[in-house]
């Protein structure tokens, strides 16, 4: 377990739900990825992932999934791609992510509290 932050050490950190609008092959990363449009609603609009998840997902299999992701992050470069949240997930026993996603449809937007 990492070290204990505070409740508003978790409230710093912007996660939101929204739904993937498009999905393409990112053959130009170092390691394997997938291109994410994610919408994340009015307030956010539609932002760009690079999301290392190729090992269960299928860029077909993506659009209309909605995930988590951090959008508070600053931008982060990788290749030719600019990544403007971090989609997040979880390793499965070999190493290889998982994504995370609500158990029911949210509205695209909604914070993770």
């Known amino acids: 377990m ?14 939101r739900v929204g739904t993937v609008v498009e ?3 990112f053959p130009e990363a ?13 307030e956010i609009g539609v932002k760009k992932s690079s ?4 090992v269960h ?3 077909e ?9 951090v959008v508070n992050f600053p931008p982060r470069q990788i290749g030719p791609f600019r990544s403007e949240v971090l989609t997040l997930g979880f390793e499965d026993e070999n190493g290889a992510v998982a ?3 609500p158990g029911l449809s949210v509205p695209n937007g909604r914070k993770l509290i």
């Open 61 to 69: 299999t993506l659009v209309g999934r909605q995930v988590l992701a």
């Open 51 to 54: 999301a290392q998840i190729t």
């Open 99 to 101: 994504l995370a996603v």
């Open 57 to 59: 997902y299928q860029p």
């Open 30 to 42: 170092r390691k394997p990825a997938i291109k994410l449009l994610i919408d994340f609603g009015d």
């Open 2 to 15: 990492s070290e204990q932050i505070t409740y508003a050490d978790f409230e710093r950190v912007d996660i």
């Open 23 to 25: 999905a393409n092959p």
